[in-house]
Each structure stands twice: as C-alpha cells, then as structure tokens.
C-alpha cells in the first residue's frame, strides 16, 4: 500500500474553523485543577480530607477538655452532648483525643512528604 502525497498537503481554510478547533493554552496547574474539578469522585473525596483537616486544626482549640486531663468519676461514660464519642476508662474525652490524634497523624504526613520530596530532589 502506497500513500499518496495529497494526504500531507496543509489544508488552508478559514480562520473562523481554526479558531473554533484551538483552546486557550493551560499550564500544568491550571489543567490539573480542570481535570480534578470534572472528577466527581475525587471533589469529593478532597471535601472530605479538607473538612478532617479542619476539624483536626480547630476542634481540640474549641473543646472545653483536653487530652489529658482525667476525671475517673466520668469514667466509660456513653456519648452525650458533653462528650460526643464519650470517655475512656481514665475519664478521658475521646472526641478531643481523637482530634488531637489526627492532628499529630497530619503532621507525620506532611514532614514524610517534605522529606521524600527533598530526598527525591536530591537524588533525582
């Protein structure tokens, strides 16, 4: 099978067509951004990591307990509007702690990313 040369003579048409078949050019982020805002899944799911975070920065400030203070007379309580997730066996807050646990939970994984990255860069 032979090609015929008619197959790559540049077609000269219009600029109207040229124009409707060109987009404007993106950068890296700004199409990174298009392509994750038409995921539905991962809007989603970024709604949520934003929303954790949140609540892992701000929640332990606004409680009224802390982490470590004890009250053994309040010991193995079940959920009430004083303590959402209600009290370990110390009489303990578990929804402070558990916020305070996903703060330092954040924490590792942002400083394991900063070094991977500056491990990465390095040797790369």
Do not use: C
Not at 76 to 90: E, S
């Amino acid at each position: 099978m032979q090609l015929s040369r008619d197959l790559f003579v540049r077609q000269v048409g219009d600029s109207t067509a040229r124009e409707r078949i060109t987009r404007p050019s993106l950068s890296y982020w700004q199409d990174a951004w298009r392509r994750l805002k038409q995921n539905r899944v991962a809007m989603i799911s970024l709604g949520v990591l934003t929303v954790i975070a949140l609540f892992a920065i701000v929640a332990p400030m606004v409680s009224s307990y802390t982490y470590h203070k004890t009250d053994f007379s309040g010991a193995y309580q079940l959920p009430t509007k004083a303590h959402w997730f209600g009290t370990d066996p110390l009489g303990r807050d578990i929804w402070t702690r558990v916020w305070y646990g996903g703060r330092i939970s954040l924490a590792i994984g942002v400083i394991s990313a900063g070094l991977n990255l500056v491990v990465g860069a390095l040797y790369g």
